[in-house]
């Protein structure tokens, strides 16, 4: 489970994604099987967690990785890249942006 606090010296990555409500639950279940089969078993994972919004438009997903480069390799296998396909075609667009946690309160 993720943790946020101001001393965390790993990677933090924030992904927002954007669907319609008819897609919204498929792109959930999409997201949750890549969790329990394949990102949380990926080295250099520490923890995640998936929202999503009342009007069901929008998913934020809050990860924490070591390293930078555990996040980076993750995305490269050819497993990812593949999941990454079936989630793009599930949602008007999605953006991971990386995040260095500055204050927490």
Known sequence: MPTIAKDFSGQTVITT????PGTAQDLMDELNEA????????PGFIGAGLHMNDAQTRIA????WRDRKDFQAMLRTP??????RRIAELCARFEPVMYEVTEAF
């Open 17 to 20: 994604f954007e669907m319609t």
């Open 79 to 84: 497993e990812m890249r593949e999941r990454n």
């Open 61 to 64: 997903n809050y990860s924490q």
């Open 35 to 42: 969790y329990d089969k394949f990102i949380r078993h990926q």
